[in-house]
């Protein structure tokens, strides 16, 4: 992540006291949650303002919730503190990050789409890596067509996800869901309307 990234979404998450994303968990994270079993050690891949970091915390989880912008994560904690959760949050570029062999019961990335396809595959190793055998992972992502809607996300193609990516990304393990479709969001100013995206649940064998 370059200097000018981090200045940018910094100043996206400290310019205002509402939550960017909203406070309520990702539609798609909310449906697909019945695949993580209950009380799990649970990742939270670039959780921002830690709407489904927390709300994962609030289903009883133990939750990791990694965040490059300490603007960000003070809005996180102060979510979770009205929740009466703790998750654990820790400020770091989840690029870089060590991720620990098989320390997570399920890995979750959501809209993170930041990452430049150089820094993909960093993410995505360390996400496998940390991912237990067994564990479940979910991921939703904008694909190509949103640039026609406009309704949030990069405006860089190169950063969008398609199932075919994440599917050569992960088509080793065992894929219980990958779909590419157009649904309404309402997730917050910085998701809202039309959309074009693609969601990701897959287990890790073993």
Do not use: C
Request: net charge negative.
């Amino acid at each position: 992540m370059t200097d000018q990234q981090f200045e940018m979404w910094q100043s996206r998450f400290a310019a205002t006291e509402d939550y960017v994303f909203g406070e309520a968990p990702n539609a798609f994270l909310v449906a697909q949650a019945g695949a993580i079993p209950p009380r799990s050690r649970v990742l939270a891949v670039a959780d921002g303002e830690g709407r489904n970091g927390v709300w994962l915390a609030r289903q009883g989880h133990d939750v990791l919730s990694l965040d490059f912008s300490p603007a960000a994560q003070a809005k996180a904690r102060r979510l979770a503190e009205r929740y009466g959760v703790t998750p654990e949050f820790v400020q770091v570029d989840v690029h870089h990050w060590d991720y620990p062999e098989a320390a997570f019961d399920a890995v979750v990335e959501i809209f993170t789409q930041f990452s430049s396809p150089a820094e993909r595959p960093l993410k995505w190793a360390g996400m496998r890596r940390t991912l237990k055998p067994g564990g479940v992972l979910i991921i939703q992502g904008y694909t190509p067509k949103q640039l026609e809607y406009g309704t949030g996300g990069p405006r860089v193609l190169e950063n969008l996800y398609t199932a075919a990516m994440l599917h050569d990304a992960f088509g080793d393990w065992q894929i219980d869901h990958l779909a590419e479709e157009v649904v309404e969001m309402d997730e917050g100013p910085g998701h809202a309307g039309r959309s074009a995206v693609v969601g990701l649940v897959a287990h890790k064998p073993g």
